[in-house]
């Protein structure tokens, strides 16, 4: 009887999941095969981290073999695939190119940098792995720059989608949060971690930083 061939699922982490100790709590069967560099890619922050296509950039990745619960563990996570969407990327792994699974952001519809303990958490990652980590400051210094602390249209139809449940105070940011998550409406979560002002500005007085 001929032996049957397993194929390999293999997942690029460029985040949080870079770092070891996180990845052996949320999927303690997955397990490091290489790191690498993810080419014409660049690493950018929206509150969490993302990827966005940049001729001539490159994203550093650390390399793992999952088993299915791992990337249901993952798919949790990571909110697929209302906020994350899966893609297969051809990448070199040990002189070898082989195809990987990663997740990108959806809809990157503002830049913010990343709370200091998560960025910490990459950070870590970053210094396990033995990646430049100017790559990861630059990213976040980026973010800076670009960011935005107006309210889209899109986040003021969450919050009036929240407030209809009637679940909660809305002034309960915390409890907000909470809701917007269970309800997938992930755009609002992100928003309300990076600007609470604004979003107690737009409950106070009914409008946006823009009007």
Known sequence: MS???????????????????????????????????????KLVFNGVASVERSKGDSVPVVVWDIQPKDEK????????????????????LDGK??????????????????????????LEG??????????????????????????????EEQIKAVAATGRTNMFDANAVQRIANDMELYELVCFIEDDRRAYSRFILSGKRDTE
């Open 3 to 41: 032996k049957t061939n397993v194929k390999r699922r293999l997942y690029l982490a460029y985040g949080s999941n870079m770092n070891l100790g996180q990845m052996s709590r949320r999927c303690p069967t997955a397990k490091v095969v290489g790191n690498t560099m993810l080419p014409n890619w």
């Open 73 to 92: 563990a993952l798919d949790i996570y990571e909110g697929w695939p209302r906020l994350y969407r899966k893609e297969m990327r051809r990448i070199r």
């Open 97 to 122: 190119l082989v195809n990987a699974m990663i997740y990108i952001m959806n809809n990157v519809r503002y830049y913010s940098p990343p709370h200091t303990s998560y960025f910490n958490t990459i």
């Open 126 to 155: 970053y210094k396990s792995a033995g990646f430049d980590t100017q790559i990861l400051y630059e990213a976040a210094e980026q973010s800076k720059r670009k960011e935005k602390n107006t309210m889209d249209t899109t986040i």
